[in-house]
């Protein structure tokens, strides 16, 4: 079992950062995946930003790219995603995923793992 455990989630103004941040725990050596989605109220829940634990791959939403950038640690554990310029359309519950395949998709059925969910709230 993986256990995955988010924080930095808060409220900011509309061109403000933060900075999200996901442990994970547990059986953790046959991870491949480890990334982020959010949904927002209304909305389906959308693959943000992933990272392949084993290299350098990486992939963001059209929405967010130039804006937030994801990454991990040396051991590849924890992984981040530094939100810059947030937008109010960015708004939502973000959640940290991981997953053992090969392939890291936009569906959040092909995670295995997820955390709890941290809010953002970014005020117009």
């Known amino acids: 079992q993986v256990q995955l455990v988010e924080s930095g989630g808060g409220s900011v103004q509309a061109g403000g950062s933060l900075r999200l941040s996901c442990a994970a725990s547990g059986t953790t050596n046959k991870l491949n995946c480890m990334g982020w989605f959010r949904q927002a109220p209304g909305k389906e829940r959308e693959r943000v930003a992933v990272?392949?634990?084993?290299?350098?791959?990486?992939y963001y939403t059209d929405s967010v790219k130039g804006r937030f950038t994801i990454s991990q640690d040396n051991a590849k554990n924890t992984v981040y995603l530094q939100m810059n310029s947030l937008k109010p359309e960015d708004t939502a519950m973000y959640y940290c995923?991981?997953?053992?395949?090969?392939?890291?998709?936009?569906?959040?059925?092909?995670?295995?793992?997820w955390g709890q969910g941290t809010q953002v709230t970014v005020a117009s």
């Open positions: 995923a991981a997953d053992w395949g090969l392939i890291c998709g936009a569906r959040s059925s092909e995670y295995r793992y």
């Open positions: 990272i392949y634990r084993g290299g350098l791959s990486t």
